[in-house]
């Protein structure tokens, strides 16, 4: 919306109708970033709130596979393409909605919200160089947005509230092994970090 109906408004050098590449949805990539976006939107940006609010055992580990699945979905689609973005040479709508989960995954979902089968920055390498050159980007299409919008102090402070509030606390987790409840895992990083099995409800 903000890229069509809010353009009008802004000097005529910075308006998406004026962009070579067509902005952030193009006409003729609308279609396949809408289709992009609702995968994305239910199966990773909710997902992690689907994983991190579960119901039940069984909601919480249907969540999570299908949040993993959907990430290697997404390490696929950057694994054969050759260009630099979701969906292309330019940044588009799929890339803005995606990047909020994917760099606070390792920070805080990970550990927060138990989504540990794996990690970006170790399991997923075309996503963490995806999610560094939108970070890093100082371009003038950017103009370094995606760096100034995030502030990890912010979502670690986050973190050790939420924990310290016991969160879970009718419902907290354990890993597989039992190793250490939900609190500990998200006050104790350096720990929680190594653990990469499908948490288990403590009895």
């Known amino acids: ?41 239910n199966l990773i940006n909710n997902g992690v709130y689907k994983a991190g609010f579960p119901d039940t055992q069984d909601g919480y580990e249907s969540n999570v596979i299908a949040l993993f699945e959907s990430l290697d979905r997404v ?11 979701l969906l292309g040479y330019h ?14 995954f390792d920070v805080a979902y990970h550990t927060l919200f138990m989504c540990n089968l794996k990690m970006i920055r170790h399991d ?24 100034k919008s995030k502030n990890f102090d912010a979502v670690s402070d986050l973190n050790f509230l939420l924990s310290s509030h016991g969160t879970y606390a009718d419902e907290c987790l354990t890993d597989q092994e039992g190793i250490c409840s939900y609190i500990e895992k998200a006050t104790h990083s350096n720990r929680a970090s190594r653990g990469h099995a499908v948490a288990v409800r403590a009895s």
């Open 91 to 104: 940044i588009t709508d799929a890339d803005i909605r995606l990047y909020p989960t994917i760099v606070r």
């Open 124 to 147: 997923y390498p075309r996503i963490q160089k995806w999610l560094m050159r939108l970070y890093w980007d100082e371009s003038e299409e950017t103009r370094g947005a995606f760096k």
């Open 75 to 85: 390490e696929d689609i950057l694994a054969k393409g050759k260009e630099k973005h």
């Open 1 to 41: 919306m903000f890229d069509r109906e809010f353009d009008s408004l802004l000097p005529a050098n910075l308006r998406e109708i004026f962009k070579v590449n067509g902005g952030p949805l193009p006409p003729h990539l609308e279609q396949e970033i809408n289709d992009m976006n609702e995968w994305i939107y």
